[in-house]
């Protein structure tokens, strides 16, 4: 009787935030730590429950610019215990909802064709609107039109 042969089990790992916006050419040198990549006014706007677990930012606006300049680029992302969080900060405005939209399926399409290796990060919820004044949108065309993106204005992101 032959000996059964070991099987060497290897499993592969996952890539860390850091990882995977360094090998994401469009925003490779944009990574900093924590939520460096926010500016104050914003990172103020993000509250979790442990800043230990903050694992980077980086402002995908500004690093995409160049390449991109005349489309609705989205502001930042940020990964927190292990899973990416995109957040843009907006106006909360009735006639902004087009715009959002627009950022929206722009960032998606980003993250399928240039940010592969982010998006596998992503959270569970991962696009989030942060409003950057006050609640404003009246009209049930523009509510529907959020509701169907999954999208809606919020004062902060509050993660535990």
Request: aromatic content about 8%.
């Given at each position: 009787?032959?000996?059964?042969?070991?099987?060497?089990?290897?499993?592969?790992?996952?890539?860390?935030?850091?990882?995977?916006?360094?090998?994401?050419?469009?925003?490779?040198?944009?990574?900093?730590?924590?939520?460096?990549?926010?500016?104050?006014?914003?990172s103020s706007?993000?509250?979790?429950?442990?800043?230990?677990?903050?694992?980077?930012?980086?402002?995908?606006?500004?690093t995409t610019?160049?390449?991109?300049?005349?489309?609705?680029?989205?502001?930042?992302?940020?990964?927190?215990?292990?899973?990416?969080y995109f957040?843009?900060?907006?106006?909360?405005?009735?006639?902004?909802?087009?715009?959002?939209?627009?950022?929206?399926?722009?960032?998606?399409?980003?993250?399928?064709?240039?940010?592969?290796?982010?998006?596998?990060?992503?959270?569970?919820?991962?696009?989030?609107?942060?409003?950057?004044?006050?609640?404003?949108?009246?009209?049930?065309?523009?509510?529907?039109?959020?509701?169907?993106?999954?999208?809606?204005?919020?004062?902060?992101?509050?993660?535990?």
């Open positions: 009787m032959l000996p059964m042969s070991k099987k060497k089990v290897t499993s592969i790992k996952r890539m860390t935030f850091k990882e995977a916006v360094a090998a994401t050419p469009d925003i490779a040198n944009g990574f900093q730590k924590g939520l460096q990549a926010l500016e104050r006014q914003h706007k993000i509250v979790v429950g442990s800043t230990h677990d903050l694992q980077g930012s980086v402002n995908i606006d500004k610019q160049g390449r991109y300049p005349q489309d609705s680029r989205w502001d930042y992302a940020f990964a927190y215990k292990g899973q990416v957040v843009e900060f907006h106006s909360a405005k009735s006639d902004e909802v087009r715009t959002m939209r627009n950022k929206l399926q722009w960032l998606k399409k980003w993250l399928n064709s240039h940010a592969p290796n982010v998006k596998k990060l992503q959270a569970d919820e991962p696009f989030h609107w942060i409003q950057s004044k006050k609640f404003d949108i009246k009209g049930a065309s523009q509510l529907k039109s959020l509701a169907q993106i999954g999208l809606r204005p919020k004062p902060n992101l509050t993660l535990d």
